[in-house]
C-alpha cells in the first residue's frame, strides 16, 4: 500500500462522507420519521463492530428490526429473521439505505468508503481468517470487495480471502471498480441473505422425509 494512495483515501473517504451527509439529511429525516410511525424504538441501531487493528468501535444503522431482536448476532444467522424486519425496514435492507448512516463513521474516521465490510465484536472465525491476509489491518468499508462478489452468501474462508485481495490491490482504481459494482449489486439485490438457509443435502433430507411421511 502505498502512503500517498492512504493518504488520498482518507482526505476523499472524509471529504465524500461529508458532502453526502449533507446531501442527504433531508432524507434521513424522512426516514426517521417513518421508523418512529411503523415501530417502537431508536431510529438508528448501534453495533459493537471490529475497526483497523481490531479496535473496537460502534456501527451505525437505521434500525430495519425490531427492539426485541437478538443482538450481535449476523441476521442471516437468525432463526425466522423475516418475523424481525419491519415492513419498510425490508425495503432499506433491500435497497441498502439502512447503512447510510455510516456515513457518520466515515467522517468519524471509524470506517472507509471501500473496504472489508466491519466483523462483527463476536465473529472470531472471520476476524482469525482476516488475519491471515492483513485484512485486519485496514479500515472497514461501507462495501468491500467480498461485498461485491457475494456477500451474506460467502463461507468465511472465501470472504477472507476477497478481503485479502482487496489488501493486496488497494488503489483508487481498484476503489472505483468496486464502488459501481456495488451500485449494480444494489440495483439487482444481489447477495442479501435473511435468516438461516439450509444447504442443499439437508433440504434434500427434509424433503425425503416428509415424502416418506406421506406415504
Known amino acids: ?29 424522512i426516514f426517521a420519521i417513518i421508523i418512529k410511525l411503523e415501530s ?39 432463526n425466522n429473521a423475516e418475523s424481525y424486519i419491519t415492513k419498510f425496514g425490508g425495503f432499506m435492507r433491500k435497497t441498502s439505505i439502512d447503512e447510510l448512516p455510516q456515513i457518520i463513521n466515515i467522517l468519524k474516521g471509524d470506517m472507509s468508503i471501500i473496504g472489508p465490510r466491519p466483523a462483527l465484536w463476536n465473529q472470531d472465525d472471520l476476524i482469525a481468517e482476516r488475519e491471515k491476509y492483513h485484512a ?12 461485491v462478489n457475494g456477500r451474506d452468501e460467502l463461507p468465511i474462508p472465501i470472504k477472507a480471502k476477497f478481503d485479502g485481495e482487496y489488501v493486496e490491490k488497494m488503489s483508487l482504481l481498484f476503489d472505483i471498480k468496486i464502488f459501481f459494482k456495488t451500485i449494480i449489486n444494489v440495483f439487482k439485490h444481489e447477495g442479501i441473505v435473511e435468516g438461516k438457509q439450509e444447504n442443499k443435502e ?7 422425509n416428509s415424502n416418506n411421511r406421506k406415504k
Do not use: C
Request: proline fraction near 6%; aromatic fraction near 14%.
Open 136 to 147: 485486519n489491518d485496514v479500515l472497514p468499508g461501507l462495501t468491500g470487495w467480498a461485498q
Open 40 to 78: 417502537k424504538g431508536p431510529v438508528f441501531f448501534k453495533q459493537k463492530r471490529v475497526g483497523k487493528n481490531k479496535k473496537f468501535f460502534y456501527i451505525y444503522k437505521f434500525r430495519s428490526m425490531r427492539s426485541d431482536t437478538p443482538k450481535d448476532m449476523p441476521t442471516h444467522m437468525l
Open 202 to 208: 439437508e433440504k434434500k433430507e427434509i424433503e425425503e
Open 1 to 29: 500500500m502505498e502512503k500517498a494512495y492512504i493518504i488520498l483515501k482518507t482526505v476523499l473517504d472524509r471529504f465524500l462522507s461529508l458532502v453526502a451527509l449533507i446531501i442527504l439529511l433531508p432524507f434521513f429525516i
